[in-house]
Nanobody, 122 residues
Framework: VQLQASGGGLVQAGGSLRLSCATS????????MAWFRQAPGKEREFVAA????????YYGDSVEGRSTISRDNTKRTVYLQIDSLKPEDTAVYYC????????????????WGQGTQVTVSS
């Protein structure tokens, strides 16, 4: 299983970013996917999840209303668009695959990518 996150960078507050997570080594179309983030000194935080069907999506309170998770099964890639970025969005963003429990709990996810740094300047 390989998950390769990309798209992070330095952006001004109010801007937008689109993160991508390219995958291989498992049946992507049958796997629920998610994004988490972790800021220095803080626990890993749930950002968004999308089930295999892509019909419903789930968001953490901190990004609800200004982010969109999506997936392209033909490209084996999951995306996270975040708009109206705030300095508190600064973190390393990780994609995750294959939950065995609660979406919102990082311990539920079996596979992780290496993360991509997002830094939002004020």
């Amino acid at each position: 299983v390989q998950l390769q996150a990309s798209g992070g960078g330095l952006v001004q507050a109010g801007g937008s970013l689109r993160l991508s997570c390219a995958t291989s080594g498992f049946t992507f179309r049958s796997t629920d996917m998610a994004w988490f983030r972790q800021a220095p000194g803080k626990e890993r935080e749930f950002v968004a999840a999308i089930p295999r069907t892509g019909i419903n999506t789930y968001y953490g309170d901190s990004v609800e209303g200004r982010s969109t998770i999506s997936r392209d099964n033909t490209k084996r890639t999951v995306y996270l668009q975040i708009d109206s970025l705030k300095p508190e969005d600064t973190a390393v963003y990780y994609c995750a695959a294959g939950p065995i429990g609660n979406y919102y709990n990082a311990r539920s996810w079996r596979s992780w990518g290496q993360g991509t740094q997002v830094t939002v300047s004020s």
